[in-house]
């Protein structure tokens, strides 16, 4: 493969891999705002329950209004579980998602790191193809026999 060809394909693969990252990126914030809003809703529910608790506390009751306050507190009890447990499963899938843009931020600064130290080494190599042929020029020159300088 030809230098500039390999140094094409470099650049292809430097571009999928910031294109990977972005996607990652991207995945994540979509990640990370499901669970905020997952958050936000398991707290509305725990202070619904925390309010109808307080309310059940207060006196003057009849005993069926007691039967239904105690159902519906119940009802709100599993909505919180249920509500805690969507908050977990979100932050096992934002969890997963901030590993898999870790994963591909290394991988495309690998590669960026790969395309500079190639891109060096290629302006190492033309530096001295170019001073080999200047010194193959001077090599070449012969003295003035009158002044002792190169012609």
């Known amino acids: ?18 294109e990977a990252e972005r996607q990652a990126a991207e995945a994540l914030g979509v990640a990370q705002r499901r669970l905020a809003d997952e958050e936000a809703r398991l707290e509305s529910v725990r202070g619904l329950l925390a309010e109808y608790q307080d309310r059940e506390h207060v006196g003057g009751a009849q005993l069926k209004q007691l039967r239904e306050a105690r159902s519906f507190l119940e009802r709100l009890r599993g909505a919180v579980q249920a509500q805690t447990d969507a908050v977990e499963q979100q932050r096992r899938v934002t969890e997963s998602a901030r590993a898999h843009w870790v994963s591909a931020k290394m991988q495309r600064d690998a590669i960026d790191r790969l395309v500079e130290e190639r891109a ?32």
């Open 120 to 151: 060096a080494a290629e302006g190492r190599r033309l530096e001295r193809i170019e001073q080999r042929q200047v010194d193959d020029r001077v090599a070449r020159q012969e003295p003035d026999l009158f002044t002792g300088t190169l012609v």
């Open 1 to 18: 493969m030809t230098k500039a060809r390999e140094a094409g394909s470099f650049a292809i693969v430097a571009r999928l891999k910031a």
